[in-house]
C-alpha cells in the first residue's frame, strides 16, 4: 500500500488523481490532502477518503474545514508553511506535486530532502530552478516521477534504453485553441476564446500557457533536467490530435513515441505504480477511428513565448525564473482583462531585460527574484 501527499489535491491533476486511488484503493491511499482557497472541495474529499492530514492554505477556510471534519479524525492544519511541514510524514511514500505556479517550489524542496518519491506536476518547480532541484533529488535519492503527459511519454519511452544516447526529443503540443489564427487575429481573441482547448481539461492557468504555448517552453525546459539534453536537441512538433503524446529520437535513427487518448490519468496512475502498469479504467485509443495524425512546426513568431523559453534557458541563471514569474503575473492579467494576448509576450520580454541578472543564483536568489519581478511586472501592466 503506497501512501500519497496530493499537494493541489482539489485542482485538475488532483482530482484525477484521487479517481487513480478511487480504482485502486488496495495499492494506493490518500495519505495527506491539500487546496489553496477551495476548502469545499477539500472537505468533500477529506469525508470520501479519510486521509490522516489535510491543510487549507487560504487560513481564512481554516475555520470552515476544522469545524467541518470535527467529528472526524482527520488532523487539519492551515498555511503554506504547513504545506511544506506536512510531506516530511514518515509514512507517506509518493509525493504528487500539483499545486500550480511558484507556490509548489518550496513544498517539493521540502519532500526531496524528506526524501520522497516525487511525482511531478508542478512544471515551474524544474522550470524555476532545475539546477537546485535535481541536484537535491540526486543528494536525497528523491526519485522523480513526471507526470506530464508528454514527459511522461518521454519516460516510457526511455523505459529498458540503458545508456543508449538520445539524438533529439520530440516534444509534441496540440497547437492550443489559437493554432489556426492568424497575427492579426490573435491581437484581438479574449480570454474566454482561449480557456476553450480543444484537447484537454485542464485548469484556467494552465489553460492559457497551452494558449500562448508558453506551457510548452515550460516543457523544454524541464525536458532538459528531466533527461539531461541540450535545448537545441528538444524539437517541438505540433501534434492537433493529442494522440502521440510526445517522442524520442536515438542516434541510430530509431524513434519510439507513446501513443494515447488525452487522459491525465494514465501519466498520473504510471507515476504511481512505475515500473508496474495497472489496469485503467478509461477509453481506449482505435487507430482506425482516428485514422491520421498531422504534424507541424511550432510557430515561434505567432507564438513568441516559445522563443522567449528558449533564450531564457540558454541564458540561465535566474533568466527562466524571471520569465515564470512574468507570466504568471500576466497569465492573471489576461484572464481579468487587464491586457490583450499579444502584451503577455511582450510585457515577459520586458521583464527578462530589466530584472537584475544573477549568473548562479541561490535558493534564495530565486525567491527574491520572484518576488522582484513580479511587483515590476505589476508596474508595467499598470503603465
Same mark, same amino acid.
Given at each position: 500500500?503506497?501512501? @500519497?501527499?496530493?499537494?493541489?489535491?482539489?485542482?485538475?491533476?488532483? *482530482?484525477?488523481?484521487?479517481?487513480?486511488?478511487?480504482?485502486?484503493?488496495?495499492?494506493? !491511499?490518500?495519505?495527506?490532502?491539500?487546496?489553496?482557497?477551495?476548502?469545499?472541495?477539500?472537505?468533500? +474529499?477529506?469525508?470520501?477518503?479519510?486521509?490522516?492530514?489535510?491543510?487549507?492554505? =487560504? +487560513?481564512?477556510?481554516? =475555520?470552515? #474545514?476544522?469545524?467541518?471534519?470535527?467529528?472526524?479524525?482527520?488532523?487539519?492544519?492551515?498555511?503554506?508553511?504547513?504545506?511544506?511541514?506536512?510531506? !516530511?510524514?514518515? =509514512?507517506?511514500?509518493?509525493?504528487?506535486?500539483?499545486?500550480?505556479? /511558484?507556490?509548489?517550489?518550496?513544498?517539493?524542496?521540502?519532500?526531496? +530532502?524528506?526524501?520522497?518519491?516525487?511525482?511531478?506536476?508542478?512544471? !515551474? *518547480?524544474?522550470?524555476?530552478?532545475?539546477? @537546485?532541484?535535481?541536484?537535491?533529488?540526486?543528494?536525497?535519492?528523491?526519485?522523480?516521477? $513526471?507526470?506530464?503527459?508528454?514527459?511522461?511519454?518521454?519516460?516510457?519511452?526511455?523505459?529498458?534504453?540503458?545508456?543508449?544516447?538520445?539524438?533529439?526529443?520530440?516534444?509534441?503540443?496540440?497547437?492550443?485553441?489559437?493554432?489556426?489564427?492568424?497575427? !492579426?487575429?490573435?491581437?484581438? #481573441?479574449?480570454?474566454?476564446?482561449?480557456?476553450?482547448?480543444?484537447n484537454w481539461e485542464m485548469g484556467a492557468k494552465i489553460t492559457i500557457d497551452s494558449a500562448t504555448m508558453m506551457n510548452k517552453g515550460f516543457e523544454m525546459i524541464e525536458a532538459k533536467w528531466l533527461y539531461n539534453v541540450k535545448p537545441a536537441d528538444i524539437e517541438i512538433v505540433v501534434q492537433p490530435e493529442s494522440i502521440i503524446h510526445s517522442a524520442v529520437q536515438f542516434e541510430d535513427?530509431?524513434i519510439i513515441a507513446q501513443l494515447g487518448l488525452p487522459d491525465m490519468r494514465l501519466p498520473i496512475q504510471y507515476a504511481f505504480s512505475f515500473p508496474q502498469r495497472l489496469p485503467l479504467n478509461s477509453g481506449r485509443l482505435d487507430l482506425f477511428e482516428i485514422q491520421t495524425l498531422h504534424f507541424e512546426k511550432a510557430d515561434r513568431e505567432k507564438f513568441p513565448c516559445i522563443q522567449l523559453?528558449? %533564450?531564457?534557458?540558454?541564458?540561465?541563471?535566474?533568466?527562466?525564473?524571471?520569465?515564470?514569474?512574468?507570466?504568471?503575473? #500576466?497569465?492573471?492579467?489576461?484572464?481579468?482583462?487587464? @491586457?490583450? /494576448?499579444? %502584451?503577455? $509576450?511582450? @510585457?515577459?520580454?520586458?521583464?527578462?531585460?530589466?530584472? $537584475?541578472?544573477?549568473?548562479?543564483?541561490?535558493?534564495? %536568489?530565486?525567491?527574491? *527574484?520572484?518576488?522582484?519581478?513580479?511587483?515590476?511586472?505589476?508596474?508595467?501592466?499598470?503603465?
Amino acid at each position: 500500500m503506497k501512501k @500519497i501527499a496530493i499537494l493541489g489535491s482539489t485542482g485538475s491533476i488532483g *482530482t484525477q488523481a484521487l479517481d487513480v486511488i478511487r480504482q485502486h484503493k488496495d495499492l494506493f !491511499e490518500a495519505h495527506t490532502l491539500t487546496a489553496g482557497s477551495n476548502a469545499d472541495l477539500l472537505i468533500q +474529499q477529506a469525508r470520501e477518503f479519510s486521509p490522516d492530514t489535510v491543510v487549507i492554505a =487560504n +487560513q481564512d477556510k481554516y =475555520n470552515q #474545514v476544522k469545524e467541518a471534519l470535527a467529528d472526524t479524525d482527520i488532523k487539519v492544519y492551515r498555511g503554506e508553511q504547513a504545506l511544506c511541514e506536512v510531506v !516530511e510524514n514518515e =509514512n507517506i511514500d509518493i509525493v504528487l506535486t500539483a499545486m500550480v505556479g /511558484f507556490a509548489g517550489l518550496r513544498p517539493t524542496i521540502y519532500a526531496i +530532502q524528506s526524501h520522497k518519491t516525487i511525482a511531478l506536476a508542478n512544471k !515551474e *518547480t524544474l522550470v524555476v530552478a532545475g539546477d @537546485i532541484i535535481t541536484r537535491l533529488a540526486f543528494e536525497n535519492h528523491a526519485p522523480i516521477l $513526471p507526470v506530464d503527459s508528454e514527459h511522461s511519454a518521454i519516460f516510457q519511452a526511455l523505459a529498458g534504453e540503458g545508456n543508449n544516447k538520445i539524438e533529439k526529443i520530440l516534444l509534441t503540443a496540440s497547437g492550443g485553441p489559437f493554432r489556426k489564427l492568424n497575427f !492579426e487575429e490573435l491581437q484581438t #481573441v479574449a480570454a474566454a476564446q482561449a480557456l476553450r482547448h480543444p484537447n484537454w481539461e485542464m485548469g484556467a492557468k494552465i489553460t492559457i500557457d497551452s494558449a500562448t504555448m508558453m506551457n510548452k517552453g515550460f516543457e523544454m525546459i524541464e525536458a532538459k533536467w528531466l533527461y539531461n539534453v541540450k535545448p537545441a536537441d528538444i524539437e517541438i512538433v505540433v501534434q492537433p490530435e493529442s494522440i502521440i503524446h510526445s517522442a524520442v529520437q536515438f542516434e541510430d535513427g530509431s524513434i519510439i513515441a507513446q501513443l494515447g487518448l488525452p487522459d491525465m490519468r494514465l501519466p498520473i496512475q504510471y507515476a504511481f505504480s512505475f515500473p508496474q502498469r495497472l489496469p485503467l479504467n478509461s477509453g481506449r485509443l482505435d487507430l482506425f477511428e482516428i485514422q491520421t495524425l498531422h504534424f507541424e512546426k511550432a510557430d515561434r513568431e505567432k507564438f513568441p513565448c516559445i522563443q522567449l523559453a528558449y %533564450d531564457a534557458c540558454q541564458r540561465g541563471g535566474n533568466i527562466p525564473c524571471i520569465m515564470n514569474a512574468a507570466n504568471e503575473v #500576466v497569465n492573471r492579467a489576461f484572464r481579468e482583462t487587464k @491586457i490583450g /494576448f499579444m %502584451d503577455i $509576450p511582450r @510585457i515577459i520580454a520586458q521583464a527578462m531585460e530589466e530584472v $537584475p541578472f544573477i549568473t548562479t543564483p541561490s535558493l534564495e %536568489d530565486y525567491f527574491t *527574484t520572484d518576488s522582484e519581478t513580479r511587483r515590476y511586472t505589476q508596474q508595467l501592466i499598470q503603465g
